[in-house]
């Protein structure tokens, strides 16, 4: 069985309400983990940034489910390869803000304190989804 991790962008359409959003990660959490596919998702009121990764067929079907949803258009590809090792192994589907980055980390990928994720490269989106994967946790291992 291959794996593959695949990244993309899409800007987010006013279908995607908040309501719509609470589904979109109901129904990912759920069809994620039974399917065995771990990644982020990552949302602003503009935009998704979005990492899967598992086993190919599945990543492959659900990504084709993705592309025909009107919650979302520009959907841009950034990076679709075969991998031997997970980046969000423990994450089913991790939903990230970016209004948790720090300055320091937000200057990393943007000079105007504005991400715009379709000015990033692949490897800077994979660097940014990883980032903010730590300060999350960061940030959980400081609350506790
Ligand atoms: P259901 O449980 O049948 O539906 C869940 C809810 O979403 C229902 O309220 C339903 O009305 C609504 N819904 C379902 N499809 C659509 C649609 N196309 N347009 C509007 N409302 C709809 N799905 C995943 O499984 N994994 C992911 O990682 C994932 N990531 C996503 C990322 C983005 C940016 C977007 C926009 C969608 C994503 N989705 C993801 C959702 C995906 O497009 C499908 O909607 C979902 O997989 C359908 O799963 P289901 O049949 O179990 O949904």
Known sequence: MYMVRLT?????????????????LLSSQKNNAELGISGVLCYDPTFFMQCLEGPRDAVNEIYSRITKDERHKNITLLEYEETEKRLFENWTMGFLRP????????????????INPFALSA??????????????RRQAASNK
């Open 8 to 24: 993309y962008v899409s800007s987010m359409t006013e279908a995607c309400d908040t309501e719509a959003l609470q589904a979109i």
């Open 99 to 114: 209004d948790i980055l720090d300055k320091k980390t937000l200057e990393k990928y943007s000079a105007t304190g504005k």
């Open 123 to 136: 490897e800077q989106t994979r660097n940014f989804l990883l980032d903010m994967v730590e300060l999350r």
